[in-house]
């Protein structure tokens, strides 16, 4: 295990289809996070999960959007009736959480998903 | 919530020059600042960081200073070279409640080298 996995690395869907995407982090990791970037943008944050439980989603994030990490391993985000304006870049991360500190090498970044919606 | 600022959005330098990115931060409680290097079409890739009880840290040809009276802090690049062309992010630490070590990220600073 060497790194964060995402598939599909590109995904073309029309408008109003549902999209799924994984993410395997790094096996020993405890945190998973998904993250969202658009051209000339920093990643936004949209959610992470520490083992299984998700404990935190941002309030900018549509009804439309879910994610789970039903076994504290690999992630799901699925995107309900996508619209054009969730074409991006979906960036999944991982970090190790111990007592209470993050190990001083922060995220390890997947490769990341490219969505466009047509 | 922490909010990040990086300024320039875009910097150009020739080859040799030092090249420097500031962010700012509103959170005072924050504690880890870590910069990313993103290519283009690749994942951001971490490539130095400082925790708030440190004021400076270097790594051969890059630096990081922080400044946590003002909430800056800055990503020193000297001896520029082409291949430091790319997209740089900074990042805060969240350092209380459930969004603990969570990261919000800069808008970026694309850096050309001109050889």
């Known amino acids: 295990d060497t790194g964060v996995s995402q598939d599909p690395r590109h995904k073309i869907t029309k408008r109003g289809q549902n999209v799924t995407f994984r993410c395997d982090p790094i096996?020993?990791?405890?945190?998973l996070y998904w993250y969202r970037q658009t051209l000339g943008q920093g990643p936004e944050f949209l959610t992470y999960?520490?083992?299984?439980?998700?404990?935190?989603k941002s309030r900018l994030l549509s009804d439309r959007f879910s994610a789970e990490r039903p076994k504290g391993s690999f992630s799901t985000l699925e995107i309900q009736r996508t619209e054009q304006g969730d074409s991006a870049m979906y960036l999944c991360?991982?970090?190790?959480?111990?007592?209470?500190?993050?190990?001083?090498?922060?995220?390890?970044f997947g490769s990341g998903t490219r969505l466009t919606v047509v | 919530g922490e909010n990040v600022e990086q300024h320039p959005s875009t910097l150009s330098v020739q080859e040799g020059d030092s090249a420097v990115i500031k962010c700012t931060y509103s959170?005072?409680?924050?504690?880890?600042f870590p910069w990313y290097k993103q290519e283009l079409g690749k994942r951001p890739q971490l490539i130095i960081d400082?925790?708030?009880?440190?004021g400076e840290k270097k790594d051969q040809r890059i630096a990081v200073t922080l400044n946590k009276t003002a909430k800056h802090f800055s990503l020193h690049i000297t001896e520029t070279q082409p291949e430091d062309s790319a997209v740089y992010f900074c990042?805060?630490?969240?350092?209380?409640?459930?969004?603990?070590?969570?990261?919000?990220f800069g808008q970026g600073t694309i850096l050309t080298v001109h050889p």
């Open positions: 991360a991982s970090s190790l959480m111990l007592w209470a500190e993050v190990r001083e090498n922060g995220y390890t």
């Open positions: 096996s020993e990791h405890n945190r």
């Open positions: 999960f520490q083992n299984e439980a998700q404990l935190e």
């Open positions: 959170d005072s409680a924050s504690n880890y």
């Open positions: 400082i925790r708030s009880n440190v």
């Open positions: 990042a805060a630490r969240n350092a209380g409640g459930t969004s603990y070590g969570k990261l919000t």
